[in-house]
């Protein structure tokens, strides 16, 4: 039983340092993004929003839009569930996407940027600015490892239901920092739980394990023999009020969020929204509407979708705990911080422990990991500022704010981990 325990010791530890580095991004960057759209009222004025009772109509926004970019095309519609945000029309001009705020109270379009704080911890989070689905399946790859450390962490750690309030101090700073990682482990058992099942769904749906991929993301449907030509109508001319009335008729209690308008020559309008049904995001309610006639073309509703559409529609807000609001957003990030403490004050009791064995024979503690954490950190700060100048046309103040949070993070990591780590095995051996 004892080599049994100790087995899932090494697993447990194993998957906390060989993989350490890329444990914490993925981990930290997760817990960024709940409060992504936060920190984007908190940096950037111009997105703010004073609640008002009343919504501005839609048609109004869109008519300033136009006023304020005669060559800009409206490509996505995005009405947050925050009251003290504006809204997010995505505009393409001249090849280039950038994000205008249109405040939803007053109409009013307030500004623009190239980049916002939400997108980059959501690309961050999602797929680590690595293409060709290898960030995003790594990032999925851990929603296993954080399940299997969890598993295994509550196997070899004895009695562990009777420790919840167990920390043991005047013992040296090694034991302490073992204590306080088993007390904020075993209270962030729940929310572990919760984020190692989401992010295994996430990755059996884009794995299409089952046609899970397939079966929730559906095509959305083609208008057949429409002649764009013949109405004239395009992205920035639609009538988004009626196409709100619309499908507010079709849904109970529909609050309208986001509209994509029609692409090419024979796509819908697609709007989704909130209705009665909790816990579900936004498109469990999907309302597709023919941009010439307004007619409706297909309806989806929350009360009425399978159990695997709903599964999939209860990830995004349990994962990232918006379902609540902002008081849940804040629990989320809370526990969110915990697990990536969890991650950091792992890292250092592993290599503490094993600096102490090996430093007779000065062998690399990380081995042949280090350089698979690093390499991989290094691509991926290859691939985010490749992506950063080419796709989001990035502004030198975003790009300098970029890289000083980097430089910060290289900069603890040898404080904590290189240099404070040697200090301290010196000083006891």
């Known amino acids: 039983m004892k080599l049994k325990k100790k087995t899932f010791f090494q697993i447990h530890s194993w998957i906390g340092i060989r993989l350490s580095i890329l444990f914490f991004i993925v981990c930290f960057s997760g817990t960024l993004a709940t409060l992504s759209h936060e920190m984007d009222w908190l940096f950037i004025p111009s997105i703010r929003a004073t609640p008002q009772s009343e919504l501005a109509p839609r048609n109004l926004m869109v008519s300033n839009f136009r006023d304020a970019y005669p060559k800009g ?33 007053t109409g009013k379009i307030q500004g623009e940027a190239q980049i916002t704080f939400q997108r980059f911890f959501r690309d961050l989070h999602y797929f680590l600015f ?27 750690y004895k009695k562990w239901w009777r420790k919840l309030f167990e920390l043991q101090t005047g013992k040296g700073n090694l034991v302490l920092f073992r204590s306080l990682h088993r007390l904020i482990g075993l209270w962030s058992v ?94 469990a309610n999907r309302v597709y509407l023919n941009p010439n006639t307004y007619k409706v073309i297909k309806t989806q509703k929350a009360t009425e979708i399978g159990t695997v559409m709903f599964l999939n529609d209860i990830a995004d807000p349990l994962h990232f705990g918006y379902w609540g609001g902002l008081t849940t957003k804040i629990i989320w990030f809370v526990f969110g911080l915990a697990i990536s403490l969890l991650v950091l004050s792992g890292i250092w009791i592993t290599l503490k422990r094993k600096a102490l064995k090996r430093k007779k024979s000065k062998k690399k503690i990380m081995g042949v990991w280090r350089y698979v954490n690093w390499g991989f ?15 989001y046309k990035a502004s030198i103040t975003a790009m300098v704010i970029i890289s000083i949070g980097w430089f910060l993070f290289l900069a603890a990591a040898y404080y904590i981990f290189i240099y404070r780590l040697n200090k301290v095995v010196q000083k006891i051996t």
Request: hydrophobic share 45%; net charge positive.
């Open 73 to 105: 095309e409206i490509t996505f519609w995005l009405r947050t569930d925050e009251p003290y945000l504006c809204d997010i029309i995505y505009k393409m001009e001249d090849g280039q996407r950038s994000y205008v705020f249109a405040n939803p109270y």
């Open 377 to 391: 950190f290094a691509i991926m700060l290859l691939f985010m500022y490749y992506i950063l100048i080419d796709r």
């Open 190 to 283: 729940p929310f572990t739980l919760l984020f190692s099942i989401t992010g295994i769904w996430y990755f059996l749906e884009r794995a299409n394990v089952g046609d899970i991929g397939k079966t929730t993301n559906p095509k959305p449907p083609v208008i057949h023999g429409f002649e764009a030509d013949k109405a004239g109508i395009d992205a920035n001319n639609l009538d988004y009020d009626r196409a709100v009335r619309v499908a507010k008729k079709q849904i109970p209690n529909l609050v309208v969020g986001d509209i994509s308008p029609k692409s090419g020559k024979s796509g819908s309008i697609y709007l989704s929204g909130k209705s009665n049904v909790p816990l579900v995001r936004q498109r």
């Open 130 to 156: 690595v293409p060709f689905q290898i960030g995003h399946f790594t990032v999925l790859i851990f929603g296993f490892l954080l399940l299997i450390s969890l598993v295994t962490a509550l196997v070899f």
